[in-house]
């Protein structure tokens, strides 16, 4: 191959590369903590995949995928947790435990059975943590009945209850989006949990439906390391479909979106057009 011909070669390849990666960069934050689509196999346990320990029946694999309009999807399966028998399981969301700033988690969440009580489905917990324990938690998610046919859902830093949103139209298998948040603060009393509702995928962080800094009682988390999901041994809390699951140290890590099927097509004919004029040349 003559040197203009692999100057030629080399230049297509670069326009690809580049080309592909303004794509990836439409659809990609920077680096996430932890994400998982649940892609295991159905009807088998979550625990012992990917990290994923303690656990028990109530917590397997379920073919019920998810999906949330304009939301990045995590190829796979998806979570079903059906309550009436107690057990927990864990995961080290990050390698080293987490000591500053803010810790987003967001999912996607459909009921199977509504909840009549209001009880504690999944945490951010600090290290060395074996589950989900309620007013000892430093960011508790937390699920109960909101009216007849309709759900709630709240978050719960330490001692006190939870704080709910009041937001209606969560309804029995309706699919829903929820980001939470951990940040920690200067002093001893002061660190915070936030919940928002349904957010815009790939927008900006809007203001929180809630927001509770320090609870009575409350200590702050000395560091955060351990996500928790949890069934409750009593049917009350509801039966539950979680997926897409995402853990970052930024809004954009956990809330990307779908690129435009435009951005694609757009990017497309601009390498075409980039080729074209280069083999024009070429001749």
């Known amino acids: 191959m003559n040197l203009k011909n692999l100057l030629y070669c080399s230049t297509i390849r670069l326009l690809l590369v580049a080309g592909a990666s303004c794509l990836l960069l439409q659809s990609a934050s920077a680096q996430l903590l932890f994400s998982d689509g649940f892609n295991y196999t159905a009807g088998t346990p979550l625990h012992g995949n990917d990290g994923w320990t303690l656990g028990g029946v109530a917590l397997t694999i379920t073919n019920a995928n998810l999906t949330y309009p304009n939301l990045a999807d995590l190829a796979g399966n998806a979570l079903s947790v059906t309550q009436g028998s107690a057990s927990s399981t864990i995961n080290n969301f990050n390698a080293t435990p987490v000591t500053g700033g803010t810790v987003y988690f967001s999912f996607v969440l459909a009921p199977t059975a509504l909840p009549t009580a209001n009880l504690e489905l999944a945490a951010l917990l600090a290290s060395g943590s074996t589950g989900p324990s309620g007013s000892a938690d430093p960011l508790g998610v937390y699920v109960g009945l ?3 046919g309709q759900y709630k859902i709240g978050v719960r830093h330490g001692g006190g209850g939870a704080t709910y949103a009041s937001n209606t139209g969560m309804t029995l298998f309706s699919t ?3 980001v939470v948040a ?3 603060n200067p002093s001893t009393t002061d660190d915070s949990v936030s919940l928002w509702v349904n957010p815009t995928p790939g927008g900006s962080m809007p203001a ?3 927001t509770v800094i320090a609870n009575s009682g409350t200590v702050d988390a000395a560091n955060l390391q351990v996500l928790g999901l949890k069934a409750n041994s009593g049917a009350t809390a509801g039966n539950w479909v979680f997926d897409t699951l995402r853990i970052g140290d930024t809004w954009a890590d956990v809330t990307p979106t779908v690129p435009e099927p435009s951005s694609i097509l757009l990017a ?3 390498i075409g057009m980039m080729v074209m004029m280069i083999r024009r040349r070429r001749s």
């Open 146 to 148: 909101q009216a007849a």
């Open 268 to 270: 497309g004919a601009g």
């Open 208 to 210: 929180a439906d809630v």
């Open 176 to 178: 829903n989006f929820f």
């Open 182 to 184: 951990y940040t920690f």
